[in-house]
Antibody, heavy 121, light 110 residues
Framework: EVQTLESGGGLVQPGGSLRLSCAAS????????MSWVRQAPGKGLEWVSG????????HYADSVKGRFTISRDNSKDTVYLQMNNLRADDTALYYC??????????????WGKGTTVTVSS | QSVLTQPPSVSAAPGQSVTISCSGS????????VSWYQQLPGTAPQLLIS???KRPSGIPDRFSGSKSGTSATLGITGLQTGDEADYYC???????????FGGGTKLTVL
């Protein structure tokens, strides 16, 4: 079964850091781009970042550029999201999604259940 | 403010049909495929329609998608109470080099 499983969420103070992980299984991980999408409480979906299958192409939403870093380890079938200088408006449920192809522009066809990040003092 | 524009809500009675619109621009919908996602209450989003009008395995043919120019439409026929959910359109924006989503449409089946 194709699936993604997020971990690493939690409560962090403003200005703090957190690293999310997403373990993938059931597919040829290196062949597919991966994305992080978040959803603030009661709000809609917001794409955060994407990384190509090879890891050579990364993209970020303007709202996180310079603060978040996406990476992947194809030997561990895992994608990461390093989040620094966190702000209250980063509070959200963070989903890890598999893209349907190697490039970041492919649609997302498998979504995890999400991990919650709360930024509060 | 979302890059793609959807109506906040739509409603219809069981058995009826409904459409949800998604409006964008040349750099997103006009230049790329549109996908649609269904988010049932308390659950993660799931792919409903890919590449403008393709239904993944397991999605009933009551759901359909279309695209024309810089707009896309999701259609649902034979509405069931189990279709009550939030629906999102999404696509790649070639100018932003980013994925963009609509603000979401809440479907109520009365």
């Amino acid at each position: 079964e194709v699936q993604t499983l997020e971990s690493g969420g939690g409560l962090v103070q403003p200005g703090g850091s957190l690293r999310l992980s997403c373990a993938a299984s059931g597919f040829n991980f290196a062949g597919y781009a991966m994305s992080w999408v978040r959803q603030a409480p009661g709000k809609g979906l917001e794409w955060v970042s994407g990384i190509s299958g090879s890891g050579t192409s990364v993209h970020y939403a303007d709202s996180v550029k310079g603060r978040f870093t996406i990476s992947r380890d194809n030997s561990k079938d895992t994608v990461y999201l390093q989040m620094n200088n966190l702000r209250a408006d980063d509070t959200a449920l963070y989903y890890c999604a598999k893209n349907s192809g190697a490039g970041n522009y492919y649609y997302m066809d498998v979504w995890g259940k999400g991990t919650t990040v709360t930024v509060s003092s | 403010q979302s890059v793609l524009t959807q109506p906040p809500s739509v409603s219809a009675a069981p058995g009826q049909s409904v459409t949800i619109s998604c409006s964008g621009s040349i750099s997103n919908i006009g230049d790329n495929y549109v996908s649609w996602y269904q988010q049932l209450p308390g659950t993660a989003p799931q792919l409903l329609i890919s590449e403008n009008n393709k239904r993944p395995s397991g999605i009933p043919d009551r759901f359909s998608g279309s695209k024309s120019g810089t707009s896309a439409t999701l259609g649902i026929t034979g509405l069931q109470t189990g279709d009550e959910a939030d629906y999102y359109c999404g696509t790649w924006d070639s100018s932003l080099s980013a994925w963009v989503f609509g603000g979401g449409t809440k479907l109520t089946v009365l």
